[in-house]
């Protein structure tokens, strides 16, 4: 549902920047609670930007997208408001802020932005940003952002909006601003360099789950979140598995109470009209009362998803109740296929229990099984990439349909303040290709499997995407210039290269500098 507001001049006007698709965007719980929470300040009217669909990169050669980045209820270009406020959920969806900011005509550069005034007057948006992208290490896009939110908005956003709008009445100068901003905790600053403290909201049930949430009837199967509404159920992760952020850089682990979430299940079937409740967390199966929360769903006449379940989780009573909360596919993550392996990253279950959980679910009514695999984990063999062709023929034989297990399989991302952040050298220009070699081993030994879909086809693109997001996650201030200059050649496979010749700067060099211990950012 939107927020129609009476805007005034003297307010503040937020564009709040998914920067991907529509549809993705929809799927995002962050983008609703912050247009509701945003849009919550009397003196504040915040509306929602997206990313068109089939840009071309850099924007300045995209004649076809005149025009076609504006907020969604006003109208608004993006230069149009006070600020602009960038959600970034994933590394690589840097090329896309940036083809944002080139689309209006906004200079990339922090300090290009703050030389160019109009008199006293800031001639631009303030440029801000957040997401666990920026709370992982915000250093690469310091060159872009004027300021950084790390770790939870709920304690700091109203702060800074109020100090924004005093500076915004009172024509004080854009430092000064900056200054006291930088006072703020969570905030960072990139021009003053400031110590940072992530920002941690110790009750999730302070933050308000939005009653009004934008929903749509949808046909499309690449939008079907867009019909849901989303209940956050818990933040952060109990479990430390060693190459996951959310354990670390998201901790601690908080559940939001059973009475909360029960009154807004209430409230929202007032509000809105939809047929499923999405329900929101990296591991919402710790909750104590997740199958109460459930069967209060099911007790309503409405179906619910759930995210990745972690294994151990799954009991033949949770199995009943996806089954009549309409679950069609249940999605595991067992990462490795050998227990040896699965064991050192944090996940300590057997592949006996994993035949004994499938085989449930192959005698439920849900037919359908997603899962995650990672490959060059620390400590991995061939013999280990293997084991998962041998492990997924052996589910195979369980009985499944064509096409019903659907089988992801991602690269590894170091990520600094985790365990795993030295372990960066898979991404050494040599050492790329015996990454393409354990994605070619297997599809050859998948591809021929009825019951099994492959979710990854293009090994190049690929393993350069997880090259570029490692580069991000590690990255320090010098590699912002790196990542500009790779966005202004065209953000292709080939531009990285290019970049590195343009800007003097050795991806080799940098990633080595980490694995023997450099680590610019502490959260």
């Not at 294994?311 to 109740?321: K, M, S």
């Amino acid at each position: 549902m939107m927020i129609l507001k009476d805007w005034k001049d003297e307010g503040t006007s937020f564009g709040l920047i998914y920067p991907n698709q529509f549809s993705i965007m929809q799927s995002s719980y962050t983008i609703r609670f912050l247009y509701n929470f945003i849009n919550s300040f009397d003196n504040v009217f915040c509306d929602r930007i997206h990313l068109p669909k089939k840009v071309k990169f850099p924007a300045i050669e995209d004649i076809k997208t005149m025009n076609c980045v504006k907020g969604l209820e006003t109208g608004f270009f993006p230069h149009q408001f006070d600020i602009l406020g960038f959600s970034i959920q994933f590394e690589n969806d840097f090329r896309n802020i940036l083809w944002i900011l080139e689309k209006a005509n906004i200079p990339l550069v922090n300090t290009t932005r703050m030389n160019l005034k109009e008199g006293k007057k800031y001639k631009y948006p303030l440029i801000i940003a957040g997401g666990p992208v920026v709370t992982s290490n915000p250093l690469p896009f310091s060159k872009i952002f004027d300021i950084m939110f790390v770790g939870d908005a709920e304690p700091n956003l109203g702060i800074f909006l109020s100090l924004y709008d005093k500076y915004k009445k009172d024509k004080s100068e854009l430092i000064e601003f900056l200054t006291k901003c930088s006072e703020i905790e969570g905030l960072y600053v990139p021009i003053l360099k400031n110590k940072v403290k992530r920002a941690i909201l110790e009750n999730l049930d302070e933050s308000k789950i939005p009653d009004n949430q934008f929903i749509q009837q949808v046909s499309n199967k690449e939008e079907i979140f867009g019909s849901n509404f989303f209940i956050e159920v818990s933040r952060g992760c109990p479990y430390k598995c060693k190459f996951c952020i959310s354990s670390f850089h998201n901790r601690p682990f908080r559940n939001r109470s059973y009475e909360n979430i029960s009154s807004c299940i209430e409230k929202s079937l007032k509000k809105a009209k939809f047929e499923k409740f999405s329900l929101i967390g990296s591991c919402v199966s710790s909750h104590p009362k997740f199958h109460e929360i459930c069967e209060t769903i099911i007790s309503k006449g409405k179906d619910f998803s759930v995210p990745s379940m972690r294994l151990d989780h799954i009991t033949p009573r949770l199995i009943n109740l996806f089954e009549r909360g309409g679950i069609k596919t249940i999605t595991i993550a067992p990462e490795a296929g050998t227990e040896r392996l699965r064991k050192s990253i944090g996940k300590n279950f057997s592949n006996k229990l994993l035949y004994q959980i499938i085989d449930q679910v192959k005698k439920s009514k849900i037919k359908n099984i997603k899962f995650y695999f990672l490959i060059g984990l620390p400590g991995e063999t061939d013999a280990d990439v293997r084991e998962i062709i041998v492990l997924l023929k052996k589910i195979d034989k369980i009985g499944f349909q064509k096409h019903s297990l659907k089988v992801n399989v991602n690269p590894f991302i170091p990520k600094f303040n985790t365990p795993y952040e030295m372990q960066c050298t898979n991404y050494l220009r040599k050492n790329l290709p015996l990454l393409k070699e354990k994605f070619k081993i297997l599809e050859k030994g998948l591809k021929d499997i009825p019951s099994i879909k492959l979710k990854f086809k293009n090994f190049n693109m690929l393993i350069k995407q997880a090259q570029l997001q490692t580069l991000i996650s590690l990255g320090d201030e010098k590699i912002s210039d790196l990542l500009i200059n790779y966005y202004e050649n065209g953000a292709n496979m080939g531009s990285l290269r290019r970049a590195e010749k343009e800007s003097g700067i050795s991806i080799d060099d940098y990633l080595i500098k980490v694995s023997l211990g450099y680590k610019p950012w502490l959260i």
